[in-house]
């Protein structure tokens, strides 16, 4: 029998880009109308590197935030060679930092302050180990040997596997995990690792960007992968298994930085990440795992407290019309188009109807 509502405990993004200045303001109330919490990525330009430069992102991020919203932002540190280690354990003790974000020098946008010798952040991370904050790795080798699409699978043996056996206590999410062997790797790593499944990683496949032309709102990294990955990464993500949660890995880029002869990686989903994953749950036959996925296994991982509000589901026989872009910096931002109806919509539970 299908249904056409339910409820869960309110949802988290466990990786979301915000950006600064004019991008930020136009974004922030997306992600607060949908989220209660968000993981805030640290690829700003400059990076975010120190626990006063966190303590001062996420003041204006809190400025951002829409009258009548609720919204905490987790903030983040990128990693660097020359990360303060007092600094980090200062940010992360005073509950200013709640994370740290290994970029791989030259894997992504903004990540050229990232780390090129991995051995030299070792002491940094022994230190996170001894205090339980967590590492989230973007996990794609930068060697232009390797192929793009291969890059995740030999991050998890030239890079991770390593690290891990060096610094055996260590927490670790691999990030935007997109193929099969991310999920293995995760699924057997016991219970100092987990990993985020992007929105957007359970719908598209490489032929979205690739096929028929090239379509750069649905090019991010790591990049989409075959068919087969995909099956996989919503098996994943609709098993309820407790080291598999939301990251959208929402990134907003202007439309001329995308449709470019070199355009950048990101897609925006703040504004119908829930509504695509209630079709992608139902499709599966999981609509009792979404909870699970959106709301449960993030805070579970991270040690924190689940979310004490409510979100009821329901679907409409009208599709929902979402904006195809909005408008920032003289240009727009493309939302991420799943290319299928959205029929699920949500509005918050009032305590008196719980
Ligand atoms: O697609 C992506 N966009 N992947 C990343 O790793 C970075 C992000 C961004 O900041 O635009
Ligand atoms: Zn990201």
Redesign the pocket.
């Known amino acids: 029998m299908s249904i056409d509502q339910f409820t869960i405990t309110r949802p988290d993004d466990w990786h979301l880009?915000l950006r600064d200045g004019e991008m930020l303001a136009a974004v922030t109330g997306h992600s607060s109308a949908n989220f209660e919490r968000a993981i805030i990525?640290p690829?700003l330009v400059p990076p975010v590197v120190t626990t006063a430069q966190a303590t001062a992102y996420r003041d204006r991020i809190m400025s951002c935030i829409p009258d009548g919203h609720r919204f905490e932002p987790l903030m983040t540190l990128y990693l660097t060679e020359n990360t303060d280690i007092a600094d980090l354990e200062a940010g992360a003790h005073s509950g200013v930092v709640s994370a740290v974000k290994l970029y791989p020098a030259g894997?992504?946008?903004?990540s050229q302050s990232g780390v090129r010798n991995f051995d030299k952040v070792i002491p940094i991370l022994e230190r996170m180990a001894e205090i339980g904050l967590p590492l989230l790795v973007?996990g794609e080798v930068t060697d232009p040997e390797v192929d793009i699409f291969d890059r995740e699978a030999v991050f998890i043996d030239r890079v991770l596997d390593p690290i891990r056996r060096k610094v055996p206590g260590l927490r670790v999410v691999m990030e935007?995990v997109t193929t099969t062997n991310g999920v293995d790797y995760v699924q057997s790593g016991g219970d100092t690792i987990a990993a985020t499944i992007t929105t957007h990683h359970l719908i598209i496949n490489r032929n979205a960007y690739l096929a028929g032309g090239i379509r750069p709102h649905y090019y991010?990294?790591p990049v989409a992968k075959r068919e087969e990955h995909r099956l996989v990464l919503r098996a994943a993500a609709t098993s309820g298994r407790s080291r598999f949660f939301l990251g959208t890995?929402s990134?907003p880029?202007p439309n001329d930085a995308k449709e470019a002869a070199c355009g950048?990686?990101?897609?925006y989903t703040s504004i119908n990440s829930l509504n695509c994953l209630a079709q992608v749950f139902e499709d599966e036959d999981a609509l009792d795992q979404l909870e699970a996925f959106a709301s449960l296994n993030g805070p579970s991982f991270y040690g924190l407290p689940v979310n004490r509000g409510k979100v009821r589901f329901t679907k409409s026989a009208e599709p929902i019309a979402f904006p195809k872009q909005f408008a920032v910096q003289n240009d727009h931002v493309t939302v991420f188009d799943p290319g299928f109806p959205l029929h699920w919509r949500h509005q918050p539970v009032h305590d008196n109807e719980v």
């Open positions: 880009h990525m690829n894997a992504t946008t903004n973007h935007h991010c990294l890995d990134a880029h950048c990686a990101g897609i």
